[in-house]
């Protein structure tokens, strides 16, 4: 009983005031024997905290998913992805679909590697927008010459300055070639083939067969092939270098952190040491070309020095001028540049005209050079100046040498022209000259004997025999006078039946004349 009334006392009332099926304390009243109930609130509210925990649930399995979704990303042609988890570097993935595990546990870096463009204007002059609209030689010098932190120049090596704007263009595709020993080809396929040599002495023939057992990477075997058969493959190995597989983007994106900046502090140096080399008159003329070559060398060295994996495809100049101070004395020298130009030019078209009109463009060249590009002359041409160079340092062998070499082409084919006539004519006169010469010795000789006999009665006869002859000639005018004390005067009207038989006399001595020696100095034969 002292139970009944501690919970009695407990609740603050009594049980057995209630009346039958009510319910007392939360508790359900119930006949013997009767169902049990139960309170519907609670029915609810364990409901709907299953369907919570389900959403819950499934909205924890769509942000993983999500989460994880968010790791998929597309990568551009002309872009390369670089991987990392936690910072570190786990792959390289080119163009298309690409995963990773999401920030902040993994990240996808995108890098272009399509051709880039950057301007170089550190070198040019500082304009205003209103300087920029107006022609160089229209602008007005700063007082002073150049302001410096403002005005840009190259200082060249013959000490001026000149102006300049540059142009590159470059890639991330730059590949390296590294020694055997390098950290990045440990597991090259050749460098483990060589590692795990039998025999430090082992030839390249030992090792093409037991590559060939192993079944080993064709790019062993292709290095193999190329190779001496019985080389040691360890001292064929160290001397070759090997193509580094670590992609250009990757050498870019662990090296390099600025890529633009980059490329533009080596351009500026290359351009300053390329500059140093030159004149300045060559930079703006004939030197452009290896300048620009030059500055290409020398930033990717050094581009390749960082290992940034850029390769410069193009350096070009864009823009370049003298300080606008000096601007008028350049173009006035520039202006007598060119005429002097176009004189040498108007002579060398002039010499190969003469030349070829002469002797034939040929010849010209063996005798003398070749005029019309300035070449200098080797042993075999510029004849006539080696033999003046020889006759002039008393080298008579060596004269006599040449002479007989320039004797040779004047009388070979490769002579035409004026001097191939002249030579021809020469050669005719010579000739006739032999014969005429010849003639009068054999006249000379015939007659001889007679004036050996009777040198008086021979000279008559001979004189007499010149003077018929003169006088039977119908060409000459023949005058006859008698002896006289007085003053004789002759006054002369020439026949002209006389002056045309000498014409026609005078025209066919010409037609046989033709192709031979000159003829004789004309005379007078009238008007």
């Known amino acids: 009983m002292s139970d009944g009334s501690d919970d009695m006392a407990e609740s603050g009332h009594d049980h057995n005031d209630h009346a039958a099926g009510q319910s007392c304390c939360g508790s359900v009243a119930r006949d013997d024997g009767g169902p049990e109930f139960t309170d519907p609130a609670g029915e609810h509210l364990s409901a709907a905290l299953r369907t919570s925990f389900r959403l819950l649930g499934a909205a924890m399995v769509l942000g993983v998913v999500a989460f994880l979704a968010v790791g998929f990303q597309f990568i551009q042609p002309g872009e390369v992805a670089i991987r990392t988890v936690f910072g570190r570097v786990v792959g390289v993935t080119p163009e298309g679909l690409a995963y990773n595990w999401p920030a902040p546990i993994g990240r996808i870096e995108k890098i272009s590697i399509k051709e880039q463009t950057i301007s170089v204007d550190d070198f040019w002059m500082n304009e205003t927008p209103d300087e920029k609209a107006k022609d160089l030689r229209d602008r007005t010098a700063p007082p002073g010459g150049l302001r410096p932190g403002w005005d840009g120049a190259l200082l060249t090596g013959d000490r001026n300055l000149l102006h300049m704007r540059l142009k590159c263009n470059y890639a991330i595709t730059r590949t390296y070639d590294l020694p055997w020993n390098d950290p990045e080809l440990a597991r090259h396929p050749v460098i483990v083939l060589m590692r795990g040599s ?136 520039q202006s007598a540049v060119q005429q002097a130009e176009t004189l040498k030019s108007q002579a060398r078209s002039l010499a190969v005209t003469l030349l070829n009109s002469t002797a034939g463009i040929d010849a010209a060249r063996i005798l003398v ?48 022209g004026a001097a191939r006539a002249f030579l021809s004519s020469a050669a005719a006169y010579r000739t006739d000259t032999i014969q005429a010469v010849k003639k009068r010795v054999t006249d000379f000789l015939q007659r001889l004997p007679a004036y050996e006999k009777n040198p008086s009665f021979a000279m008559n006869r001979w004189w007499d025999e010149a003077r018929e002859e003169i006088l039977s000639n119908p060409t000459a005018e023949k005058h006859y006078i008698t002896e006289s ?32 020696s000159p003829p004789p100095p004309t005379v007078d034969m009238g008007k």
């Open 198 to 333: 039998p025999s430090p002495s082992e030839t390249v023939e030992a090792a093409r067969k037991r590559a060939h057992a192993e079944n080993a990477d064709p790019v062993v075997q292709r290095f193999l092939d190329k190779a001496d058969p019985a080389r040691c493959l360890a001292d064929v190995v160290k001397s070759s270098m090997f193509a580094s597989s670590v992609n250009p983007a990757l050498y870019y994106r662990v090296n390099v952190l600025d890529g633009k900046r980059t490329v533009h502090s080596v351009l500026c140096a290359a351009a300053i040491r390329a500059a140093a080399t030159r004149t300045a008159d060559g930079l703006q003329r004939t030197q452009r070309g290896a300048f620009e070559r030059d500055v290409m060398d020398v930033a990717q060295q050094q581009l390749d020095t960082l290992k940034s994996g850029i390769l410069v495809r193009s350096v070009k100049v864009t823009d370049s001028t003298w300080p606008l101070a000096t601007l008028p004395d350049y173009d006035a020298a």
């Open 369 to 416: 050079g070749d005029s019309s590009s300035g070449a200098q002359a080797d042993a075999n041409t510029n004849l006539i100046g080696q033999y003046n160079d020889a006759v002039s340092r008393d080298d008579d062998q060596a004269a006599a040498a040449l002479l007989e070499k320039i004797d040779n082409v004047l009388v070979s084919d490769a002579t035409t």
């Open 485 to 516: 004390d007085q003053k004789i005067i002759l006054r002369l009207n020439r026949d002209s039946e006389i002056i045309r038989q000498a014409r026609r006399a005078w025209t066919a001595w010409l037609s046989g004349q033709k192709d031979k």
